[in-house]
């Protein structure tokens, strides 16, 4: 009998264990390169209704309704139909988009909305149909004509489900529950100083493919190596010994590889131009398999560290850079369209970057593809950011999909060569595990990309700093925080700090800064002057030109961003403004002092 409990024990653990997988899958596998794929766009107005008790998801024992749930989305059926919501009647929001710009009444909106979207389809015979959303912050569970397709946990990163064969011709209507509370455990957590947009922040796509379909696919040169191009291509629904064809034309390339337990895999010899800031060629790639076929833009690149510095094909490269968030020039709110990214990155150009850190989260893909058209090289995060609960089993996992999404999204893009990890963590035994094993995470994914954090734990000593955090040990590449003249040390002191580095290994200075209102003048010892801003860089740039293991700098940052921990009215007026240009497109002082560093010194 005890023998029986215990197998019933392992049976319903295993079982537990595998509704845990599963989820994980679920979550971790997207379609590669939508843009390339027969999509339909859901982007538009969608029908809204704001639900800070999240009635429509819980009864009154606060049990989740199965029944009555708004994703039901009931109509009256005759007058005495007790029905109290109504999407017909009520908000309309603009997908993609965060809700907080939108309305007035939602500005510092934190809870659930759900969103209505209706539409007709008719779907292709033979063809598998997808519902795939770009980003949704920060819980999305999505419903389609009433039923439950899945959830997601994670506001930066795609996911998707399969409709196939749910849907109709007419009046489908697609609900999605947005639940953007902020919660300790989650990744980030409460504590951050961006904005909590909430909403469908990036766009929503229907993508039809072939039953047998090319979901996904790797191609990129070997580790060490300018003339080898290695890869695999994973086919959904495949036949065994299958085979997949891939063709760089400018190349001269046309190979053929076989399927095998749905992966094809291949190497072979070629000699590309190597990707570069100064020469960012792309290849247009074909991929085709029996039923078919997708089109990428694929730049190939070496990227090594040797000591401290860099090397990129092969060359030592100085990475003059800048932080950048996801936060729409002159509107503000969240980046939603190609032009935006467009915008910032040109801003990047001009201050001279062939470098941008992509803060504190996974941006859109769009981002980061036209930031490698532009030969900007790309250091790409995840909210692991501050305080977060190092200790805790889900926190980790979150943070580990988080990782795992952004970097299947991205990991064909050239322009990409960092992954960071964390920033400003706190040190502790539980955080340096958290951080250890994520970055075991990435050397499992990706060997061709250096792992990174952004630290703020460096150790001071009589006349300067020593990097000495243990997470060094774990990290190719040391980000560091210092806010020399702003939240440590006068202006005049930072040119004479030294600094150590326990790590033979590059150090970016990772962020920089002060804040500068766009306008306001005065002498350099006022704070908030466009004068202090600009004094401030001068005497950061004087520190770092004594570093001898530095290898790049990304200041912090290029255009003030909102934040709901900035509330001198006088100045902030809810924004962060240590940008180099205002929300509204107008450098600053300081800006024209990095660009001359940029221009003028580490060419
Ligand atoms: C930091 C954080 C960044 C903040 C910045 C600031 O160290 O990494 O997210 O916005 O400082 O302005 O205080």
């Not at 409709?163 to 980030?188: C, H, M, Q, S, Y």
């Not at 580095?501 to 704070?527: C, F, T, V």
């Not at 002092?593 to 003028?600: E, G, H, P, R, S």
Request: hydrophobic share 35%; proline share 3%; charged share 25%.
């Amino acid at each position: 009998m005890k023998q029986a409990y215990h197998y019933l024990f392992i049976v319903i653990f295993l079982m537990q264990f595998n509704a845990v997988a599963q989820e994980v899958v679920e979550k971790t596998t997207v379609i590669q390169n939508i843009e390339s794929r027969d999509i339909t766009s859901l982007k538009g107005l969608w029908q809204a209704i704001v639900d800070p008790l999240e009635n429509g998801y819980y009864n009154h024992r606060y049990l989740p309704k199965e029944k009555d749930g708004y994703f039901e989305n009931k109509k009256p059926q005759s007058p005495s139909d007790l029905i109290e919501y109504d999407f017909d009647s009520d908000i309309e929001l603009m997908v993609p988009g965060d809700w907080n710009t939108q309305m007035e009444k939602l500005y510092y909106y934190e809870g659930t909305v759900w969103y209505k979207k209706s539409f007709d389809y008719s779907p292709k015979e033979n063809q598998i149909t997808y519902v795939y959303f770009e980003a949704v912050n920060y819980e999305a569970i999505v419903y389609l004509n009433g039923e439950k397709l899945g959830s997601h946990i994670g506001g930066y990163t795609p996911f998707q489900f399969d409709v196939t064969g749910k849907l109709k011709e007419k009046d489908n209507f697609l609900v999605v529950k947005v639940d953007n509370k902020r919660r300790r455990e989650a990744i980030p957590t409460v504590n951050t100083d961006w904005w909590n947009y909430g909403g469908i922040t990036r766009s929503v796509h229907l993508v039809s493919v072939p039953k047998s379909h090319i979901k996904d696919y790797s191609i990129q040169l070997e580790k060490n190596s300018s003339t080898q191009i290695t890869g695999w291509i994973d086919l959904e629904n495949s036949r065994e010994g299958e085979v997949v064809k891939i063709e760089i034309p400018v190349l001269n390339k046309n190979l053929e590889a076989e399927v095998k337990n749905g992966r094809a895999n291949f190497s072979f010899k070629a000699k590309p131009k190597l990707w570069s800031p100064k020469s960012p060629t792309l290849y247009t790639v074909n991929i085709s398999s029996n039923d078919d076929q997708v089109t990428d833009q694929i730049g190939f690149r070496t990227i090594e560290t040797r000591g401290s510095k860099f090397f990129l094909n092969g060359e030592n490269i100085f990475l003059k850079g800048i932080s950048i968030h996801e936060e729409a020039p002159f509107k503000t709110g969240r980046v939603t369209s190609k032009e935006e990214c467009i915008i910032l990155l040109k801003w990047a150009k001009e201050l001279g970057c062939n470098f941008i850190r992509l803060a504190h989260y996974p941006h859109s893909e769009t981002m980061v593809k036209e930031a490698e058209k532009m030969g900007i090289l790309v250091w790409s995060e995840i909210p692991v950011y501050w305080t977060v609960l190092f200790d805790n089993k889900d926190t980790y996992q979150n943070a580990e999909n988080q990782l795992v999404e952004m970097i299947n999204r991205d990991k064909n893009r050239a322009a990409i060569i960092l992954w960071g990890i964390a920033n400003e963590t706190p040190e502790s035994d539980a955080r340096n595990e958290f951080l250890k094993n994520l970055s075991l995470k990435v050397r499992a994914l990706d060997q061709t990309r250096l792992v990174t954090a952004a630290l703020d734990t460096q150790s001071s000593e009589e006349g300067g700093k020593v990097i000495d955090d243990p997470l060094g040990e774990y990290v190719d590449v040391i980000g560091i925080n210092h806010y020399c003249g702003w939240y440590v040390d006068d202006i005049e002191s930072c040119a004479g700090v030294q600094w150590k580095n326990n790590y033979d290994k590059p150090m970016i200075m990772s962020e920089m800064g002060g804040g500068a209102l766009q306008g306001l003048h005065g002498d350099k010892n006022e704070r908030w002057t466009e004068e202090y801003q600009e004094a401030l860089y001068e005497s950061n740039i004087e520190m770092m030109r004594n570093i001898e293991f530095m290898a790049g700098l990304s200041p912090w940052i290029l255009m003030d961003f909102r934040s709901s921990r900035r509330h001198l009215q006088r100045i902030q007026k809810d924004f962060n403004r240590k940008g180099l240009i205002s929300e509204q497109g107008v450098p600053k002082k300081a800006f024209y002092i990095l660009q001359d560093y940029y221009l003028n010194e580490n060419n």
